[in-house]
């Protein structure tokens, strides 16, 4: 019903300003709880009566994205629906002047809560504005601007809109092209701001070639980390950090009781930087840590699986995927797993499988000591011989990209059924 009134009120308003009303819209709004959930990830949202989703990656708006002069007759119909809280814009073409209208909106708008806008055409004077709207903003609680090129002028826009918007939740800048100005702001402001419990921060414009300039960055993070007690999840991908700024994170977390969630994969993180995650796992309160993507080695799968085995009793997921980990470190943590009765959730596909640690992973499949879809490996025997492959599971889940609404993916709550009981 909702949509039918959207779609008549867009219509309307078309027509008022003699605006051809985009045909990928109006199909759209008339044929949505007719397809398939294969676009719109229903089963994990709350809220669908509430979601107007016109992601441009659904096929009635492949070829008719939404665009800039779109939005006013959008905005018309939505004051009339008040009961839409949740807008998905993602993958469409929108521009700057979209982004000015957008803010517009936000200025005024008292209940929109989540706006996603991801993978469109919004530059740097596009999110200054839109940081600006957020100023004056009491409603919103989540924003993604993920793939869009909003550079560091964008970056310092939002920083100093954190200083006074004590309202937004979560806020998705990877992939923004964020420099190293911008993103020490965010992360200084980020100290002791009321509100975030959730950023994503990945892959920055690489400055300074050749040198450890991210390690500088990572002092940052660190500092933040020591600092706030609201944040529940960050995420710093392809951030460039190495040993000595893992090390500054290791020892800051320490003093962290609040973070949930942490996702340091694609960086440089070695076999001597995994030392430090023993102390940091015995006293901090993360239920996920995701270093896929490193090169942790078999040293330092061992340092992870003492840490397991002696330090931690609350990580629940751990992402090892692709660390050239070969058979004494995976084999180390196959052994340390049968004794951390915590750990509900293991990935660990791109390693080197060898045959002793394919016979290992075999056990514990055995002994159903992992659910099928929380280990994302399964054992079969091919001429008496064990093999690992990689089976389905859900990891996804964790990916920000398939999330109609951006949120926590990790709820603070810890399995402590004995192994005993499982087997």
Same mark, same amino acid.
Request: charged share 25%.
């Given at each position: 019903?909702?949509?039918?009134?959207?779609?008549?009120?867009?219509?309307?308003?078309?027509?008022?300003?003699? @605006?051809?009303?985009?045909?990928?819209?109006?199909?759209?709004?008339?044929?949505?709880?007719?397809?398939? +959930?294969?676009?719109?990830?229903?089963?994990?949202?709350?809220?669908?009566?509430?979601?107007?989703?016109?992601?441009?990656?659904? *096929?009635?708006?492949?070829?008719?994205?939404?665009?800039?002069?779109?939005? *006013?007759?959008?905005?018309?119909?939505?004051?009339?629906?008040?009961?839409?809280?949740?807008?998905?814009?993602?993958?469409?073409?929108?521009?700057?002047?979209?982004?000015?209208?957008?803010?517009?909106?936000?200025?005024?708008?008292?209940?929109?809560?989540?706006?996603?806008?991801?993978?469109?055409?919004?530059?740097?004077?596009?999110?200054?504005?839109?940081?600006?709207?957020?100023?004056?903003?009491? /409603?919103?609680?989540?924003?993604?601007?993920?793939?869009?090129?909003?550079?560091?002028?964008?970056?310092?826009?939002?920083?100093?809109?954190?200083?006074?918007?004590?309202?937004?939740?979560?806020?998705?800048?990877?992939?923004?092209?964020?420099?190293?100005?911008? +993103?020490?702001?965010?992360?200084?402001?980020?100290?002791?701001? *009321?509100?975030?419990?959730?950023?994503?921060?990945?892959?920055?414009?690489?400055?300074?070639?050749?040198?450890?300039?991210?390690?500088?960055?990572?002092? @940052?993070?660190?500092?933040?980390?020591?600092?706030?007690?609201?944040?529940?999840?960050? @995420?710093?991908?392809?951030?460039?950090?190495?040993?000595?700024?893992?090390?500054?994170?290791?020892?800051?977390?320490?003093?962290?009781?609040?973070?949930?969630?942490?996702?340091?994969?694609?960086?440089?993180?070695?076999?001597?930087?995994?030392?430090?995650?023993?102390?940091?796992?015995?006293?901090?309160?993360?239920?996920?840590?995701? +270093?896929?993507?490193?090169?942790?080695?078999?040293?330092?799968?061992?340092?992870?699986?003492?840490?397991?085995?002696?330090?931690?009793?609350?990580?629940?997921?751990?992402?090892?995927?692709?660390?050239?980990?070969?058979?004494?470190?995976?084999?180390?943590?196959?052994?340390?797993?049968?004794?951390?009765? /915590?750990?509900?959730?293991?990935?660990?596909?791109?390693?080197?499988?060898?045959?002793?640690?394919?016979?290992?992973?075999?056990?514990?499949?055995?002994?159903?000591?992992?659910?099928?879809?929380?280990?994302?490996?399964?054992?079969?025997?091919?001429?008496?011989?064990?093999? +690992?492959?990689?089976?389905?599971?859900?990891?996804?889940?964790?990916?920000?990209?398939?999330?109609?609404?951006?949120?926590?993916?990790?709820? *603070?709550?810890?399995?402590?059924?004995?192994?005993?009981?499982?087997?």
């Amino acid at each position: 019903m909702l949509l039918k009134e959207i779609k008549s009120g867009y219509e309307q308003s078309s027509k008022k300003t003699k @605006h051809n009303p985009n045909q990928g819209i109006v199909e759209t709004l008339s044929t949505l709880r007719e397809r398939s +959930l294969r676009y719109i990830d229903e089963s994990a949202y709350k809220n669908y009566d509430r979601l107007l989703p016109l992601n441009g990656n659904q *096929p009635t708006l492949n070829k008719h994205r939404v665009q800039d002069n779109d939005l *006013p007759h959008i905005f018309e119909a939505l004051k009339t629906v008040t009961m839409i809280t949740h807008l998905d814009l993602r993958y469409n073409r929108i521009s700057d002047e979209g982004a000015i209208l957008l803010a517009d909106f936000l200025a005024q708008d008292q209940f929109l809560l989540v706006l996603n806008l991801q993978g469109n055409d919004i530059h740097r004077k596009g999110a200054q504005s839109l940081a600006h709207g957020l100023k004056g903003n009491q /409603a919103l609680s989540s924003l993604s601007l993920a793939d869009n090129s909003i550079g560091k002028g964008g970056g310092m826009a939002f920083a100093e809109t954190l200083q006074i918007n004590i309202n937004l939740e979560n806020l998705n800048l990877s992939n923004c092209d964020l420099e190293m100005d911008s +993103l020490i702001a965010i992360l200084t402001i980020l100290r002791y701001n *009321p509100s975030i419990k959730s950023i994503d921060i990945s892959r920055p414009v690489p400055q300074f070639h050749y040198t450890n300039w991210m390690d500088d960055v990572a002092i @940052h993070i660190a500092n933040m980390l020591e600092k706030n007690t609201v944040l529940q999840e960050l @995420h710093v991908q392809k951030f460039e950090i190495r040993d000595v700024g893992f090390m500054w994170i290791c020892q800051k977390m320490q003093h962290n009781q609040t973070l949930y969630h942490l996702d340091l994969s694609c960086n440089r993180i070695t076999r001597d930087g995994a030392i430090y995650l023993g102390p940091m796992l015995e006293k901090c309160s993360l239920l996920r840590l995701n +270093l896929a993507f490193n090169r942790l080695e078999d040293e330092g799968a061992g340092h992870i699986a003492t840490a397991l085995l002696h330090s931690n009793s609350k990580l629940r997921s751990l992402d090892i995927r692709s660390n050239y980990i070969r058979g004494d470190g995976l084999c180390s943590i196959a052994d340390a797993v049968k004794f951390n009765s /915590a750990l509900t959730e293991l990935f660990l596909w791109g390693n080197v499988n060898e045959e002793r640690a394919c016979l290992a992973f075999e056990n514990l499949v055995k002994i159903r000591r992992f659910d099928p879809d929380n280990i994302d490996v399964a054992p079969y025997r091919v001429d008496a011989r064990t093999y +690992l492959a990689e089976s389905t599971n859900n990891l996804d889940k964790y990916a920000y990209w398939k999330q109609v609404e951006p949120r926590l993916r990790v709820q *603070p709550a810890v399995n402590r059924e004995p192994l005993s009981e499982r087997a």
